[in-house]
């Protein structure tokens, strides 16, 4: 079935995120550590007077990363909360069709259970990230973060 994706970019990887995971893409403003959470949970944020949890999601995907400086993030809603999720950048939206991801294409172990497949965007392939994934990653499951 041909979809709509966004494309950005995370950990210096291309991805794909169907835009139907999309609520928006926001740039966010000050962020407010919480204690005692994962590393890869960068803190809470208002955002559109509203409270969303911000993920540093190159973190999320392997713990290992460096945090950068991103502002830039995809916000989507899971199991009734709303998530920040931060990326390198954005791109734009193209239209493709997903199919299984093909053996040797993940940057590493860690994104393997990120990834729902792969589309074509000029020529390459490009990783079609699950957004709830990540998130589930982040909160060990508990996804009342928020």
């Not at 204690?35 to 911000?54: D, E, I, M, N, Q």
């Not at 493709?96 to 729902?116: K, M, Q």
């Amino acid at each position: 079935m041909n979809a709509l994706f966004l494309l950005a970019r995370v950990a210096g990887q291309d991805v794909a995120i169907l835009s139907d995971h999309v609520e928006s893409v926001v740039d966010i403003g000050p962020v407010s550590p919480v204690p005692r959470t994962a590393r890869a949970v960068r803190g809470l944020a208002a955002l559109r007077s509203r409270v969303v949890t911000v993920i540093d999601t190159a973190r999320a995907i392997d713990p290992a990363s460096e945090s950068g400086g991103e502002r830039r993030a995809v916000v989507t809603q899971v199991d009734g909360h709303h998530y920040a999720l931060l990326v390198d950048m954005l791109d734009d939206a193209y239209r493709s069709t997903s199919r299984p991801l093909s053996a040797g294409l993940t940057p590493g172990p860690a994104w393997a259970s990120v990834v729902d497949g792969m589309i074509d965007h000029d020529g390459r392939p490009v990783l079609v990230l699950n957004l709830a994934a990540v998130v589930a990653r982040t909160t060990g499951g508990d996804l009342a973060a928020a």
